[in-house]
């Protein structure tokens, strides 16, 4: 789950990357609008990976990845 939402929230990232810099927004431009209803559930599932994502900044570093699984 956590490398499911770092991916999203890095695609999310790069999405607002090209926004910014070259003010393309590449859902909009697949989905046919920003505020079309596919756009949006985007847009609310990398939000949602994005809050899942804050987790990972408070998790203890100091298990193995053996105790993970």
């Excluded at 046919?32 to 408070?58: D, H, K, M, Q």
């Amino acid at each position: 789950m956590d490398r499911f939402a770092l991916s999203l929230v890095i695609l999310g990232a790069l999405n607002w990357g090209a926004v910014g810099i070259f003010n393309f927004d590449a859902i909009a431009w697949i989905f046919n609008g920003s505020t079309a209803t596919v756009s949006r559930i985007i847009y609310s599932v990398v939000a949602l990976a994005g809050l899942w994502c804050i987790s990972l900044l408070f998790r203890d570093r100091s298990r193995s990845r053996i105790e993970d699984l």
